[in-house]
């Protein structure tokens, strides 16, 4: 399966265009640099080169930072002497809001995805490549270059977005809608799930909250399985990766740049925020969820209803809020059910 771009990037720009559109400053010694150095992408700090802008916000990542390639990199003036040799910094006292506007004006067409052309046929569109034996029914839509294998079916109302990927003996289910989503094959999405829609990025601060552009993808590899109404946030700069052999249970939210092993088990009313990575067989009961930017070890188990907010190490079985280690989680329990029945004083009489 070949790799689209679902957005086209307008760069390219020199470093003195982009400080006057993310209101940062070019420091003085870089000054030669300013109107000759073109920058043509934006990439995250470990994956940047030498003609890309990135950005450096959280102080998890200094270590990235300080071994990037990029060409330029929006940060504050306290980490400038952290930034690597080649790499220009471009000073701002608010990075991911200065990224966010550098975002716009390399993908001004992020904020308004394409998923079928404006006034097009209903129906498949001309462009789009469909093998032998694919079945779209009545009312679904096949957007502008969309690839769909041989023995899938679409079911009826749903959207298949532009240049959207989909595998051989796939289902996806009725008013389901896939865009900026990359899907292997025997994958089954259920009516009314939602993949590859915005990821919630906003750089927040008094001034009001300013849209991030996500231009990442959702990939979804071979025999998972996605439940009804559940929804997949495309990423922000790197794809949400949904690991072979997952299934995924009605009403689950996944946030962008999400990567999840495979054979993982995710039930109902799970919500994973962004940039959280799981690895292989992990199981989330009902109603669990996790802080953002957190790693949960192959093989771990969050019980229902409980919800880590730091890194599960691989095996762990974790239960309660704040996630602690299932059988701590169950002596606090029995603990407060004895004190409960005692009327709350350890049982002292009075």
């Known amino acids: 399966m070949d790799q689209p771009n679902f957005f086209d990037c307008e760069g390219r720009f020199t470093l003195q265009e982009l400080a006057v559109v ?15 150095r073109e920058i043509f992408n934006v990439r995250p700090l470990n994956e940047a080169g030498g003609s890309d802008l990135s950005f450096f916000d959280n102080r998890k990542y200094l ?4 071994s990037t390639s990029a060409g330029a990199c929006l940060l504050h003036s306290a980490f400038a002497d952290r930034v690597p040799a080649g790499t220009v910094p471009l000073l701002t006292p608010k990075p991911y809001r200065a990224f966010a506007l550098a ?48 023995g899938s079916r679409i079911a009826a109302g749903a959207v298949i977005g532009r240049r959207v990927r989909i595998g051989r003996n796939c289902y996806v289910g009725a008013l389901a809608s896939l865009q900026h989503t990359l899907i292997g094959d025997r ?23 300013l849209k991030v552009p996500q ?8 025999d998972v399985e996605i439940g009804a109404n559940s929804t997949i946030d495309r990423g922000a700069l790197k794809d949400t990766i949904i690991g072979e052999g997952t299934k995924i249970d009605n009403l689950v ?32 009961g009902g109603q669990s969820g996790t802080v953002g930017h957190i790693n949960i070890g192959t093989g771990a188990q969050v019980a229902g209803a409980s919800h880590p907010k730091e890194d599960v ?16 989680w169950g002596r606090e329990l029995a603990i407060l059910a004895k004190l409960s029945r005692s009327g709350g004083d350890g049982g002292a009489k009075g």
């Open 22 to 36: 993310t209101c940062s400053e070019v420091p003085a010694e870089f000054a030669s640099l300013a109107g000759l």
């Open 63 to 66: 270590a990235q930072l300080e």
């Open 103 to 150: 975002l716009a004006k390399f993908y001004p067409q992020a904020k308004w995805p394409t998923v079928a052309e404006a006034g097009g046929p209903v129906g498949v569109d001309p462009t789009a490549q469909l093998e032998e034996g694919v079945v779209v029914e009545t009312g679904a839509i096949v957007g502008p270059e969309a690839q769909i294998g041989s």
């Open 187 to 209: 994958v089954i999405i259920h009516a009314g799930a939602r993949l590859g829609q915005d990821g919630f990025g906003f750089a927040m601060d008094r001034e009001g909250h």
């Open 215 to 222: 231009i990442g993808r959702v990939v979804v590899q071979n």
């Open 253 to 284: 939210q996944i946030g962008h740049n999400v990567i999840i092993g495979r054979h993982c088990v995710i039930v109902a009313h799970t919500g994973i925020s962004g940039s959280t990575q799981l690895g292989d067989f992990v199981v989330m």
């Open 313 to 328: 190490p691989a095996g762990a079985r974790v239960g309660g809020t704040p996630a602690r280690p299932l059988k701590q």
